[in-house]
């Protein structure tokens, strides 16, 4: 079971970028999946969600209108659309489901993405 982010680099303030999540070992649409960013120097904060049960999707007031979650079931990928870029968006992005074997838990994270809002 993996997760593997990517999508991440740098651009301008105001550009865009789309980020990656690709699920190998499990069907991603079969669990809620979530983004997370950590800046330099700060804590890990969340970003966004997207439920399985019924596609509702909910975000960081602060990306809200902003950012966009989303799944593409046939390629097993989550994405995160990212527009309207701005220098506090700068942070590694990492990409996160958790997983119920056996009724047991299990919480994967992506390796983190490096996204960077600069001129």
Request: some cysteine.
């Amino acid at each position: 079971v993996q997760l593997q982010a990517c999508g991440g680099g740098l651009v301008q303030p105001g550009g865009y970028l789309r980020l990656s999540c690709a699920a190998s070992g499990f069907r991603l649409n079969y669990h809620n999946i979530a983004w997370f960013r950590q800046a330099p120097g700060k804590e890990r904060e969340w970003v966004s969600c997207l439920s399985e049960s019924d596609g509702t999707t909910d975000y960081e007031d602060s990306v809200r209108d902003r950012f966009t979650i989303s799944i593409d079931s046939a390629k097993n990928t989550a994405y995160l659309q990212m527009n309207s870029l701005k220098p506090e968006d700068t942070a590694v992005y990492l990409c996160y489901t958790r997983v119920v074997i056996n009724a047991v838990e299990y919480d994967y994270w992506g390796q983190g993405t490096e996204v960077t809002v600069s001129s």
